[in-house]
């Protein structure tokens, strides 16, 4: 089972989504935007992904300019962040197994 963390109004979610199934891969998706994901599963993320929490947030996103730039905050703190504003997660997340990657790009989803 593949499992994404989705937003349908991103290109690179959709292109990544597309990738998956053409594979025909089981798919779970999720659209984190709707379907907010707790603080244990934003820290079980980053944990498979092996990176800290700033480097999945999206710093282009006007809510991190607004709120966050230049703040000097704890991991635990941007991962509330993402909790909070879940559109400053970067998309798609691809997680298979204990393994996960960012699709961006698209094809870094076909390593899983």
């Given at each position: 089972?593949?499992?994404?963390w989705?937003?349908?109004r991103?290109?690179?979610s959709?292109?990544?989504l597309?990738?998956l199934k053409e594979?025909?891969?089981?798919?779970?998706?999720?659209e984190?935007l709707?379907d907010?994901?707790?603080?244990?599963e934003?820290t079980?993320i980053i944990?498979?992904?092996g990176i800290k929490?700033?480097?999945?947030i999206?710093k282009g996103?006007a809510?991190?300019k607004?709120?966050?730039?230049?703040k000097?905050?704890?991991?635990?703190?941007?991962?509330?962040a993402?909790v909070?504003?879940?559109?400053?997660?970067?998309?798609?997340i691809?997680i298979k197994?204990?393994?996960?990657?960012?699709?961006?790009?698209p094809?870094l989803?076909l390593?899983l």
């Amino acid at each position: 089972m593949i499992k994404i963390w989705h937003n349908p109004r991103c290109s690179k979610s959709r292109e990544s989504l597309n990738l998956l199934k053409e594979g025909n891969n089981d798919i779970e998706i999720r659209e984190y935007l709707k379907d907010t994901p707790s603080k244990e599963e934003v820290t079980e993320i980053i944990n498979l992904l092996g990176i800290k929490p700033l480097e999945l947030i999206r710093k282009g996103e006007a809510i991190f300019k607004e709120n966050f730039k230049g703040k000097d905050l704890s991991d635990d703190e941007y991962i509330q962040a993402m909790v909070d504003f879940p559109k400053l997660i970067e998309r798609p997340i691809v997680i298979k197994d204990n393994k996960a990657v960012i699709g961006r790009p698209p094809s870094l989803v076909l390593d899983l």
